[in-house]
């Protein structure tokens, strides 16, 4: 089985047609993809270490164009896109990556502005935000330290509060629970779900943690060699 | 309300090994240009110099018959000044064959007149030999024009050669700037990447590179050009100091142009850095979706 196309009406938030990826001469890593998620969906996405997650996500995040195959996100469609227009699209999507990616000569404060500095905004005008988000993630008391000074649940709150300045419309997170223990890791689950819940932000979160999955009601998506080798719509809470 | 730290970090060692290299080259440019144009003023000084000059040469004649074979060029059109050379400046000539000891006695010496000519004067110094022969002399007389014009060819070819290393520097600094631009923009590929998927426009990352690597050029080009106008002035001092400058060696002086081009220098070098900047980076960036 290589699809997983839920009922839906309208216009999906993320949708890949016949999606295959090949990194240079190696392999593919993805094979023949067809997903299409509803808007304001919560996902989750699993599979062994090497099956194809992060390769998924990435085409997700725009950061890789699939060798073949159609991605569509929103209704656009990425290859058509230009430069500019992936730009903006981009904007659109928040990302938090497993080893944070946060930028060590910034503070929090400035991590998390990161995005709205890059749309040319002034301090002035996000500086509200950007408190209340730090607050919304636990680290109101934190916002002028350094990444460095910072605990590893702490660097990925951080990490997650700057995916969630732009209020994206795609959250995509790749295993942010890799580097905290089960308690952290529980808690930030908690904050996507909120997130979910309450903004309708599409989520899509890939992880190994079963045991974290099973907590939570939502489709899984597994990935097992570039193949989609099982769905599940609703895990048991 | 502080000022946001800048999104590229504060220089690093790389780019304190770049400024050296562009304080470098721009000191090389610079010293290079400044003695092309001392070349230049140089061949242009000394050939107006001796462009009106000759020298005539009298045997079988005496003193006397100089001071009148004088008097008989002196009559001529656009001639300014004919006199016979004295034996002190006869001496003074010879010193380098015979040393400060003077002409040793009994050598044979011809008299010299020394001729000068306005530079539109048709005088020549095939003229001033027929003038004087048919006058019963047996003289020659030599145009110092014709010694001139090998060492201006020199002296042309000496400021081609440093034309030609002020580009070669140019060109050296900017593919230096290149590569080093492109090594940066690896070390700093994480940043690239968290500002291009946080949906910053490719101009936006090439305009942070091209601003750190504009003052970078712009400072390390500033330093050169001191480093460079504080050699060229202790050069300058020496020469003047010693008292002894040769019409044949540059002149380096200090002048309005030499001004302009230790202005120029750092912008160029800017510049150039902030052009090979923003295209290092726009195509790295093109590289990636």
């Given at each position: 089985?290589?699809?997983?196309?839920?009922?839906?009406?309208?216009?999906?938030?993320?949708?890949l047609?016949g999606?295959?990826?090949?990194?240079?001469?190696?392999?593919?890593?993805?094979?023949d993809?067809?997903?299409?998620?509803?808007?304001?969906?919560?996902?989750?996405?699993t599979?062994?270490?090497?099956?194809?997650?992060?390769?998924?996500?990435?085409l997700?995040?725009?950061?890789?164009a699939?060798?073949h195959?159609?991605?569509?996100?929103?209704?656009?469609?990425?290859?058509?896109?230009?430069?500019?227009?992936?730009s903006?699209?981009?904007?659109?999507?928040?990302?938090?990556?497993?080893?944070?990616?946060?930028?060590?000569?910034?503070?929090?404060?400035?991590?998390?502005?990161?995005?709205l500095?890059?749309?040319?905004?002034?301090?002035?005008?996000?500086?509200?935000?950007?408190?209340?988000?730090?607050?919304?993630?636990?680290?109101?008391?934190?916002?002028?330290?350094?990444?460095?000074?910072?605990?590893?649940?702490?660097?990925?709150?951080?990490?997650?509060?700057?995916?969630?300045?732009?209020?994206?419309?795609?959250?995509?997170?790749?295993?942010?629970?890799?580097?905290?223990?089960?308690?952290?890791?529980?808690?930030?689950?908690?904050?996507?779900?909120?997130?979910?819940?309450?903004?309708?932000?599409?989520?899509?979160?890939?992880?190994?943690?079963?045991?974290?999955?099973?907590?939570?009601d939502?489709?899984?998506?597994?990935?097992?060699?570039?193949?989609?080798?099982?769905?599940?719509?609703?895990?048991?809470? | 309300?502080?000022?946001?730290?800048?999104?590229?970090?504060?220089?690093?060692?790389?780019?304190?090994?770049?400024?050296?290299?562009?304080?470098?080259?721009?000191?090389?440019?610079?010293?290079?240009?400044?003695?092309?144009?001392?070349?230049?003023?140089?061949?242009?000084?000394?050939?107006?110099?001796?462009?009106?000059?000759?020298?005539?040469?009298?045997?079988?004649?005496?003193?006397?018959?100089?001071?009148?074979?004088?008097?008989?060029?002196?009559?001529?059109?656009?001639?300014?000044?004919?006199?016979?050379?004295?034996?002190?400046?006869?001496?003074?000539l010879?010193?380098?064959?015979?040393?400060?000891?003077?002409?040793?006695?009994?050598?044979?010496?011809?008299?010299?007149?020394?001729?000068?000519?306005t530079?539109?004067?048709?005088?020549?110094?095939?003229?001033?030999?027929?003038?004087?022969?048919?006058?019963?002399?047996?003289?020659?007389?030599?145009s110092?024009?014709?010694?001139?014009?090998?060492?201006?060819?020199?002296?042309?070819?000496?400021?081609?050669?440093?034309?030609?290393?002020?580009?070669?520097?140019?060109?050296?600094?900017?593919?230096?700037?290149?590569?080093?631009?492109h090594?940066?923009?690896?070390?700093?590929?994480?940043?690239?990447?968290?500002?291009?998927?946080?949906?910053?426009?490719?101009r936006?990352?090439?305009?942070?590179?091209?601003?750190?690597?504009?003052?970078?050029?712009?400072?390390?080009?500033?330093?050169?050009?001191?480093?460079?106008?504080?050699?060229?002035?202790?050069?300058?001092?020496?020469?003047?100091?010693?008292?002894?400058?040769?019409?044949?060696?540059?002149?380096?002086?200090?002048?309005?142009?030499?001004?302009?081009?230790?202005?120029?220098?750092?912008?160029?070098?800017?510049?150039?850095?902030?052009?090979?900047?923003?295209?290092?980076?726009?195509?790295?960036?093109?590289?990636?979706?």
């Open positions: 089985m290589n699809r997983f196309r839920p009922d839906m009406t309208g216009e999906p938030a993320v949708e047609n999606v295959s990826l090949r990194y240079d001469t190696a392999d593919e890593v993805l094979s993809l067809d997903i299409r998620l509803k808007p304001g969906s919560f996902t989750f996405l599979g062994a270490s090497g099956a194809g997650k992060s390769s998924l996500l990435k997700l995040y725009l950061a890789h699939p060798t195959g159609e991605v569509r996100l929103f209704g656009l469609q990425t290859s058509a896109l230009k430069r500019r227009q992936l903006a699209l981009r904007r659109r999507i928040g990302v938090v990556f497993q080893d944070f990616r946060l930028l060590d000569h910034l503070t929090a404060f400035e991590n998390v502005a990161l995005p500095r890059v749309l040319g905004q002034k301090e002035s005008d996000y500086r509200d935000e950007v408190v209340d988000l730090l607050r919304w993630v636990g680290l109101g008391e934190r916002m002028h330290a350094l990444p460095r000074s910072l605990s590893g649940g702490e660097q990925q709150r951080l990490a997650i509060a700057r995916a969630l300045i732009n209020k994206p419309d795609l959250l995509i997170a790749d295993e942010p629970t890799g580097n905290v223990d089960p308690e952290m890791g529980q808690r930030i689950f908690r904050l996507f779900v909120e997130l979910n819940r309450r903004v309708g932000t599409t989520v899509i979160i890939a992880t190994h943690d079963l045991a974290l999955i099973r907590e939570f939502a489709p899984v998506l597994r990935l097992q060699h570039g193949l989609i080798v099982r769905d599940v719509e609703h895990q048991p809470a | 309300m502080s000022k946001p730290t800048p999104l590229l970090p504060e220089s690093d060692a790389r780019e304190a090994a770049l400024f050296f290299v562009v304080a470098a080259l721009c000191f090389l440019a610079v010293l290079a240009t400044l003695t092309a144009r001392g070349t230049y003023t140089a061949a242009q000084a000394w050939s107006a110099q001796v462009e009106g000059e000759m020298t005539v040469r009298l045997s079988d004649t005496d003193r006397r018959g100089a001071d009148e074979a004088a008097s008989l060029i002196r009559g001529l059109d656009g001639v300014t000044r004919a006199d016979v050379l004295s034996h002190e400046e006869m001496e003074r010879l010193e380098p064959s015979f040393g400060p000891g003077g002409i040793p006695a009994g050598v044979p010496l011809p008299l010299l007149i020394a001729v000068e000519t530079p539109d004067s048709v005088t020549t110094a095939a003229s001033v030999t027929n003038t004087l022969t048919s006058a019963g002399y047996t003289a020659v007389a030599e110092h024009s014709d010694y001139a014009a090998e060492a201006r060819r020199a002296l042309g070819t000496l400021r081609v050669a440093a034309i030609g290393v002020v580009v070669l520097l140019t060109a050296t600094a900017i593919a230096v700037i290149a590569f080093a631009t090594a940066a923009l690896l070390a700093r590929k994480d940043i690239v990447d968290v500002l291009h998927l946080a949906g910053a426009e490719d936006f990352i090439a305009q942070l590179f091209e601003r750190r690597f504009w003052t970078l050029g712009l400072k390390a080009g500033a330093a050169g050009s001191v480093f460079a106008l504080a050699v060229t002035a202790l050069i300058v001092f020496s020469a003047q100091s010693a008292g002894a400058q040769s019409q044949l060696l540059p002149q380096l002086s200090l002048d309005f142009w030499d001004f302009v081009i230790l202005v120029v220098t750092p912008i160029a070098a800017g510049l150039a850095a902030r052009t090979a900047a923003g295209g290092t980076v726009n195509h790295a960036l093109k590289a990636v979706l």
